[in-house]
């Protein structure tokens, strides 16, 4: 099949997408619309003492402007986590508002919406909200803000601790530690970065008829009318409709609502006309949700041979100000699932402190909480690899869980069902030449470069929600539709499920019309994220698509006279078994339109439901080669090589997209982005000249394969693919500084890489001393 | 308002437009005209998402005011396509899959067209260079700086083509 499932076929978005004729949320106008823009705090802490919005009321053009005092029916942001500690107490997850109330906790926190005639009336007069606090202390720093003498953020709860999160067994390892031959210790830095889709958050939002419309980006449109309808307006569910067209990339903190959208809905119900939002570049590094930022200490027992008998992983983990939609669930559950990753690990101990410090919240960034567990065990490998005087491949081996022992349960009771960790390396260094790599370094020793060479091995528990939903119709004219709760954002499902279809039906892929990020639409669904939409939106799809083959067959078997045991189903076309009569799908499907066939038509729901507390475990092995030169510290990225098992490849184009993706948004956090706020609070990466992400001049070819393990649990054999490359990248290339510093007795460097940090290392200067 | 009388040629088009004299070329071009194919990243000129050519230069139409465009010529990838005939740039971006989410690819594309036009035979090292002003978050830039070499290798073949004929 030409366009089915494994074949790299072109992207059905992309025509729209190369002309300039995607319609992206700002390019949504609506008559008569107003605009808003947001006054924000630029105060880390402090108790609101006044909020003065006389001049910014009397300002040409201003309609109306908001504070929390004027949105009191206005629920706020809820946080899904559910989490206890050990002892039973619930993670203390604050009230979230909209505009800020009683406190500001963090800069950029919204304080008042100001409505005006024009976009740049309304900035004008935000500007003129006059807000006055009593300055509160900034709690920035995470061990500052575990300290008992710290400032409390959340006065009311005592302390900033939000969870103590354990899992594993303390005493089994304290007794793997005693019995080891060898203690291995790393301090490790998973620094603050800003998502930063290109796209800047924008909202449309319109009342009217007692309807909500809400023009908005998102990771899926249904997820967002809930949290509107339940946890903010409390209003029935079919009062809010939710419409993301195109979505200018997500990673994770589009599935977000974030405060601006709803209140676009909350003007325009008050104003009696539509009203638009488009965040600027420096709102969106103060105001769009953080991801990662961790401080750990991990600790590895092993034996005389270089097996692991046990670890201790300690994690500080900074939520913000307060808990985005997922918050303490990231750097707990969602990488705890997956602790200790690829390694059997005898005995093990896991501590997570999520902290509230006065910075903006942190929430999922791709991979969300994987790929620092990865960074934890991948660092740990290579420098027990370095202390035993083991090769970095050989410890690995010796360590991984073999393909013979799954499904295999880890600490956290996750059945890791498939994976051939050890061939899936061993197609990664082949691939690289690791074996080579001696004849390259003195290459460079000669050139006078440092050249290094890294492993990161990476295991994801990917799935998300286990419940996903689709409807497929079939029109008389023969044609598709498919109604996915998924939501692709770039990932190109219009294509891969198109594909899916294509393969179920036997029908042509241009006959099949995808609809997907509409609640007039999508009454269930997901959304897109954690690698969720092949395994569930692609299953889901798939069965709703034979839900209806099977429709057909029954109506197929009267139009021929016959029984549905006779009649089979191909290309589109439903045959008797002696071949003496057939009928075409669209037939079937026009005479299902009628009232002899109930009048439905062909048209089947599917939930798919994928079990609670099972995953799909897309892992891979990447190697980064990098040159260091040590007169100026600049890093180039000689050679990258990945070899992913993501299970079944649907299309090779969209999943080497993904890879290539998320490697780069990995080596962008090794390498350069950094979000900073200084000690009082202020961030001081507030532009793309701040916060560097990486450009394509510094970037290097990535070397993608596949490592094909089917996955035993779903009938694609699918295990996703999108964040990947975000787990792999940063391990590999932290492993690859070091292997290249190792000749300047360098052990340890933290990301960022910078030229500075790098140049620091190699000349042996002090690495916390800034320059200048 | 205090109006600024602006025309300008667009994509081959004459246009004649009234607008602010702070007012982008962005703005006008996405508010005024109707052409929303150049997006707003940043607004500060570091991310190319709203990259257009200007008399044959590549710019950050967020940075140049609209009423700068008087008696010029502005390209923007509206204009890319001849009719319903794809450029080879965009060919090749649906060949090789060189987009995902798709914000930034307008932006791309005109950076793309502007190299090209002025250097029909880059090396990669010259065209990850060139499009070094643009800001890609999804594709980590390995199709585009292929679909930009592949697309360079078509129109060469075809320029050939045409001035083979030509000699006969």
Same mark, same amino acid.
């Given at each position: 099949m030409k366009f089915g499932v494994g074949q790299p076929v072109p992207r059905l978005e992309d025509p729209r997408l190369i002309t300039g004729s995607g319609r992206f949320t700002d390019d949504v106008n609506l008559p008569d619309q107003l605009y808003m823009a947001i006054a924000r705090s630029p105060y880390p802490h402090g108790s609101i003492a006044s909020i003065d919005t006389d001049a910014a009321e009397a300002a040409a053009g201003v309609v109306a402007v908001y504070t929390a005092a004027d949105i009191e029916s206005l629920g706020g942001m809820p946080c899904r986590a559910v989490l206890k500690d050990r002892q039973g107490n619930p993670c203390f997850i604050p009230k979230r508002p909209l505009l800020a109330e009683g406190r500001v906790r963090f800069v950029g926190e919204p304080v008042a919406a100001v409505v005006a005639r024009t976009r740049t009336e309304a900035r004008d007069a935000a500007e003129l909200v006059l807000l006055e606090v009593e300055d509160l202390p900034a709690v @920035?720093?995470?061990?500052?803000?575990?300290?008992?003498?710290?400032? @409390?953020?959340?006065?009311?709860?005592?302390?900033?601790?939000?969870?103590?999160?354990?899992?594993?067994?303390?005493?089994?390892?304290?007794?793997?530690? +005693?019995?080891?031959?060898?203690?291995?210790q790393v301090s490790l830095v998973n620094n603050r970065v800003a998502p930063s889709p290109l796209e800047p958050r924008a909202a449309v939002g319109h009342y009217a008829n007692g309807t909500f419309t809400l023009y908005n980006p998102s990771q899926g449109a249904f997820a967002q009318q809930g949290v509107l309808a339940r946890a903010i307006f409390d209003e029935p569910l079919e009062s809010i409709r939710v419409i993301s067209g195109e979505t200018g990339g997500g990673f994770g903190i589009r599935g977000e609502v974030h405060p601006e959208a709803a209140l676009t809905l909350f003007a325009s119900r008050a104003l009696g006309a539509p009203v638009k939002w488009h965040g600027d570049r420096s709102e969106m590094f103060l105001s769009d949700s953080h991801g990662r930022d961790n401080l750990t200490r991990a600790d590895l027992a092993l034996d005389e041979s270089g097996r692991a008998l046990g670890v201790r992983i300690e994690t500080l983990a900074n939520l913000g100000a307060y808990c985005s939609a997922v918050g303490p669930f990231v750097p707990t559950m969602a990488g705890g699932r997956v602790v200790g990753t690829?390694?059997?690990?005898?005995?093990?101990?896991?501590?997570?402190?999520?902290?509230?410090?006065?910075?903006?919240?942190?929430? +999922?960034?791709?991979?969300?909480?994987?790929?620092?567990?990865?960074?934890?065990?991948?660092?740990?490998?290579?420098?027990?690899a370095r202390q035993l005087g083991i090769g970095r491949d050989e410890i690995r081996r010796r360590n991984f869980i073999p393909s013979s022992a799954m499904p295999f349960v880890n600490h956290s009771g996750v059945s890791i069902s498939s994976g051939e960790f050890e061939a899936t390396m061993d197609l990664a260094l082949e691939r690289a030449d690791? +074996?080579?790599?001696?004849?390259?370094?003195?290459?460079?020793?000669?050139?006078?470069?440092?050249?290094g060479i890294g492993l990161g091995y990476y295991v994801e528990s990917s799935g998300g929600g286990p419940e996903e939903e689709a409807r497929v119709r079939i029109h008389p004219d023969g044609s598709a539709e498919v109604i996915v709760g998924t939501y692709s954002h770039g990932q190109g499902h219009e294509t891969a499920f198109a594909q899916i279809l294509s393969d179920t039906f036997g029908i042509e892929f241009d006959k099949i019309r995808f609809i997907q990020g509409d609640t007039a639409f999508v009454k269930f669904g997901g959304g897109t994220g954690g690698s969720r939409s092949s395994q569930m939106g692609g299953i889901a799809v798939k069965r709703a698509g034979e839900g209806v083959i099977e429709q057909g067959r029954a109506v197929a078997a009267e139009l021929l006279q016959?029984?549905?045991?006779? @009649?089979?189903?191909?290309?589109?076309?439903?045959?008797? !078994?002696?071949?003496?009569?057939?009928?075409?799908?669209?037939?079937?499907?026009?005479?299902?339109?009628?009232?002899?066939?109930?009048?439905?038509?062909?048209?089947?729901?599917?939930?798919? !439901?994928?079990?609670?507390?099972?995953?799909?475990?897309?892992?891979?092995?990447?190697? +980064?080669? @990098?040159?260091?030169?040590? !007169?100026?510290? $600049?890093?180039?990225?000689?050679?990258?090589?990945? $070899?992913?098992?993501?299970?079944?490849?649907?299309?090779?184009?969209?999943?080497?997209?993904?890879?290539?993706?998320? #490697? $780069?948004?990995?080596?962008?956090?090794?390498?350069?982005?950094?979000?900073?706020?200084?000690?009082?609070?202020?961030?001081?990466?507030?532009?793309?000249?701040?916060?560097?992400?990486?450009?394509?001049?510094?970037?290097?070819?990535?070397?993608?394969?596949?490592?094909? #393990?089917?996955?035993?649990?779903?009938?694609?054999?699918?295990?996703?693919?999108?964040?990947?490359?975000?787990?792999?990248?940063?391990?590999?290339?932290?492993?690859?500084?070091?292997?290249?510093?190792?000749s300047r007795g360098v052990t340890a460097i933290d990301m960022p890489l910078t030229p500075e940090k790098l140049w620091r290392a190699a000349n042996g200067l002090s690495l916390q001393e800034r320059a200048g | 308002m205090n109006g600024v009388q602006v025309s300008t040629t667009v994509n081959g088009d004459v246009e004649e437009f009234v607008c602010h004299p702070g007012e982008t070329l962005l703005e006008v071009l996405r508010n005024r005209l109707g052409l929303t194919g150049a997006k707003e990243g940043c607004g500060t000129g570091d991310c190319g998402a709203c990259s257009v050519i200007v008399d044959g230069q590549l710019v950050c139409s967020c940075l140049v005011l609209g009423a700068e465009v008087e008696g010029r010529k502005v390209a923007t990838v509206e204009g890319l396509a001849d009719g319903n005939r794809l450029h080879p740039l965009q060919d090749k971006f649906l060949e090789h899959a060189a987009l995902q989410c798709g914000i930034c690819t307008p932006g791309f594309?005109?950076?793309?067209?502007?190299?090209?036009?002025?250097?029909?035979?880059?090396?990669?090292?010259?065209?990850?260079?060139?499009?070094?002003?643009?800001?890609?978050?999804?594709?980590?830039?390995?199709?585009?700086?292929?679909? $930009? !070499?592949?697309?360079?290798?078509?129109?060469?073949?075809?320029?050939?083509?045409?001035?083979?004929?030509?000699?006969?």
């Amino acid at each position: 099949m030409k366009f089915g499932v494994g074949q790299p076929v072109p992207r059905l978005e992309d025509p729209r997408l190369i002309t300039g004729s995607g319609r992206f949320t700002d390019d949504v106008n609506l008559p008569d619309q107003l605009y808003m823009a947001i006054a924000r705090s630029p105060y880390p802490h402090g108790s609101i003492a006044s909020i003065d919005t006389d001049a910014a009321e009397a300002a040409a053009g201003v309609v109306a402007v908001y504070t929390a005092a004027d949105i009191e029916s206005l629920g706020g942001m809820p946080c899904r986590a559910v989490l206890k500690d050990r002892q039973g107490n619930p993670c203390f997850i604050p009230k979230r508002p909209l505009l800020a109330e009683g406190r500001v906790r963090f800069v950029g926190e919204p304080v008042a919406a100001v409505v005006a005639r024009t976009r740049t009336e309304a900035r004008d007069a935000a500007e003129l909200v006059l807000l006055e606090v009593e300055d509160l202390p900034a709690v @920035v720093d995470l061990n500052a803000a575990a300290a008992a003498e710290a400032t @409390v953020l959340h006065e009311a709860h005592g302390s900033n601790l939000a969870i103590h999160y354990e899992n594993g067994d303390e005493a089994a390892w304290e007794a793997a530690a +005693a019995a080891a031959a060898h203690r291995v210790q790393v301090s490790l830095v998973n620094n603050r970065v800003a998502p930063s889709p290109l796209e800047p958050r924008a909202a449309v939002g319109h009342y009217a008829n007692g309807t909500f419309t809400l023009y908005n980006p998102s990771q899926g449109a249904f997820a967002q009318q809930g949290v509107l309808a339940r946890a903010i307006f409390d209003e029935p569910l079919e009062s809010i409709r939710v419409i993301s067209g195109e979505t200018g990339g997500g990673f994770g903190i589009r599935g977000e609502v974030h405060p601006e959208a709803a209140l676009t809905l909350f003007a325009s119900r008050a104003l009696g006309a539509p009203v638009k939002w488009h965040g600027d570049r420096s709102e969106m590094f103060l105001s769009d949700s953080h991801g990662r930022d961790n401080l750990t200490r991990a600790d590895l027992a092993l034996d005389e041979s270089g097996r692991a008998l046990g670890v201790r992983i300690e994690t500080l983990a900074n939520l913000g100000a307060y808990c985005s939609a997922v918050g303490p669930f990231v750097p707990t559950m969602a990488g705890g699932r997956v602790v200790g990753t690829v390694y059997r690990l005898p005995a093990l101990y896991h501590s997570v402190r999520c902290l509230y410090t006065n910075t903006m919240p942190v929430a +999922a960034y791709r991979g969300a909480g994987r790929p620092e567990a990865c960074y934890v065990m991948e660092r740990l490998m290579d420098e027990a690899a370095r202390q035993l005087g083991i090769g970095r491949d050989e410890i690995r081996r010796r360590n991984f869980i073999p393909s013979s022992a799954m499904p295999f349960v880890n600490h956290s009771g996750v059945s890791i069902s498939s994976g051939e960790f050890e061939a899936t390396m061993d197609l990664a260094l082949e691939r690289a030449d690791w +074996a080579g790599f001696e004849r390259r370094r003195r290459r460079s020793e000669g050139l006078g470069r440092l050249r290094g060479i890294g492993l990161g091995y990476y295991v994801e528990s990917s799935g998300g929600g286990p419940e996903e939903e689709a409807r497929v119709r079939i029109h008389p004219d023969g044609s598709a539709e498919v109604i996915v709760g998924t939501y692709s954002h770039g990932q190109g499902h219009e294509t891969a499920f198109a594909q899916i279809l294509s393969d179920t039906f036997g029908i042509e892929f241009d006959k099949i019309r995808f609809i997907q990020g509409d609640t007039a639409f999508v009454k269930f669904g997901g959304g897109t994220g954690g690698s969720r939409s092949s395994q569930m939106g692609g299953i889901a799809v798939k069965r709703a698509g034979e839900g209806v083959i099977e429709q057909g067959r029954a109506v197929a078997a009267e139009l021929l006279q016959s029984e549905p045991g006779r @009649v089979t189903y191909e290309a589109a076309v439903y045959r008797l !078994d002696d071949a003496s009569a057939q009928v075409s799908l669209a037939d079937v499907a026009r005479a299902a339109e009628t009232a002899q066939f109930g009048g439905e038509g062909l048209a089947e729901t599917h939930r798919y !439901d994928r079990g609670a507390g099972t995953y799909t475990f897309p892992n891979g092995a990447h190697v +980064a080669e @990098v040159e260091i030169d040590p !007169d100026t510290g $600049v890093l180039h990225i000689c050679r990258y090589t990945a $070899v992913d098992d993501c299970g079944r490849v649907i299309n090779p184009l969209l999943a080497a997209g993904q890879v290539h993706g998320g #490697v $780069v948004q990995g080596l962008g956090q090794a390498l350069l982005e950094n979000v900073v706020y200084d000690t009082d609070g202020q961030l001081l990466t507030g532009s793309f000249l701040d916060y560097a992400m990486p450009f394509a001049d510094a970037m290097p070819d990535v070397d993608v394969s596949f490592n094909e #393990v089917l996955d035993p649990n779903n009938e694609l054999g699918v295990k996703g693919i999108g964040e990947g490359g975000a787990c792999g990248a940063p391990p590999a290339l932290v492993n690859a500084a070091l292997h290249a510093l190792a000749s300047r007795g360098v052990t340890a460097i933290d990301m960022p890489l910078t030229p500075e940090k790098l140049w620091r290392a190699a000349n042996g200067l002090s690495l916390q001393e800034r320059a200048g | 308002m205090n109006g600024v009388q602006v025309s300008t040629t667009v994509n081959g088009d004459v246009e004649e437009f009234v607008c602010h004299p702070g007012e982008t070329l962005l703005e006008v071009l996405r508010n005024r005209l109707g052409l929303t194919g150049a997006k707003e990243g940043c607004g500060t000129g570091d991310c190319g998402a709203c990259s257009v050519i200007v008399d044959g230069q590549l710019v950050c139409s967020c940075l140049v005011l609209g009423a700068e465009v008087e008696g010029r010529k502005v390209a923007t990838v509206e204009g890319l396509a001849d009719g319903n005939r794809l450029h080879p740039l965009q060919d090749k971006f649906l060949e090789h899959a060189a987009l995902q989410c798709g914000i930034c690819t307008p932006g791309f594309l005109v950076a793309a067209k502007a190299l090209l036009d002025d250097n029909p035979d880059p090396t990669e090292e010259e065209i990850r260079y060139a499009l070094a002003g643009n800001l890609c978050r999804c594709t980590g830039y390995d199709k585009i700086v292929r679909a $930009v !070499d592949a697309a360079a290798a078509e129109l060469r073949k075809s320029s050939k083509k045409k001035a083979s004929g030509r000699k006969k």
